[in-house]
């Protein structure tokens, strides 16, 4: 019987159970041992208890160790993320100005995005970039009201000099983007929030990345969109050796431009049969000659990765990668 009891206490747990009940293990050890009651058992009890016990601090600890790891990650992915994105508002507010006078189905809005400096306003009226875009200064920690009346203290965006949204603020800067996007790119534009005046615009391919930079700059990278003001396609040499003398670029392939420009075509020549009713092959391969002679009359559109630093003042650096090319709208 005594072995009975003795196999019971020392049958190790089955390794299905042992990664499972460690933290139960603490305190059924010792209830067994209490259960059969005799020295000997008891004091076998005390060394399997003591070695469960050892067992479970030590998973507590592995416990302690992966969630502080989890912590370290989120917070560097935080970091990593706050580094390379917009710098986010303190607070956001939208009024509602109910139906607009050229359209009642759509309702203007007042967006403003405040930091702790200043807060930027778009009026948005429904129309094709916003009515009004504005920067106002925040003064003895006394916030400017949300509401679509111009304040006296109002940096009012020109928009001579610029139209479009509130795009990000990053550090003292604004940054908008244009109304509408022009040959595969998105413009924005950058304003001193201080003097309200424009200091640097360009056209992206995609997203900003902001990058590790002293405090009195700011730097980031995204693809550049740009005019190259030739057709690759009529004079390749001449034009790849403007090309490479405005972006500043040496020892560089020239890119194929002819799938993207056959591209454009077929896509122009298919628009223009469903503008018909007529997307079908004879009606395509009657456009197609048309459409390929209007893309080949098209400036070449080059897109290429550029870092660019805006202190103290601002710059463009080509960046190794890949350069791209399609036809202007």
Known sequence: MADSQLSLVLSPPRKD?????????????????????????????????K????SCRLVRLEGALVLLRIVCVILLFAAVSSASSFDPPHSKKTIDLGP?????????????????????KEVDMGEKGAARLAIIPITNGAS??????????????????????????????????????????MGFAVFDSHTGKKIFEDSALGALQFQDAPADQITFRYTRVLDSQCFITRDPES?????????SIENVSQPDCKPAYEESAQKLAKGRCRAKSSNNDPCIAKEIKLARDQTDAANTIIAYPVEVTLAPTPSIKPLPGDLRCWPGD
């Open 100 to 120: 607009t006078p050229s359209r009642s189905s759509t309702h203007g809005k007042v967006r403003c995005y405040f930091y702790s400096e200043f807060m930027v």
């Open 144 to 185: 400017p009201r949300c509401i679509s009346a111009q304040d006296k203290a109002e940096k009012v965006i020109n928009p001579d000099s610029w139209t479009g949204y509130f795009k990000g603020v990053k550090n003292d800067l604004v940054f908008f983007d244009a109304d509408d996007g022009v040959n595969g790119g």
């Open 51 to 54: 070695f469960t016990r050892q």
């Open 17 to 49: 159970h042992w990664t499972h009940r460690l933290a139960a293990g603490c305190k059924k050890s010792t209830v067994i041992g209490r259960t059969f009651g005799s020295l000997a058992f008891q004091l076998l009890t005390y060394q399997v208890t």
């Open 239 to 247: 034009c790849w050796e403007q090309i490479k003398k405005t972006i």
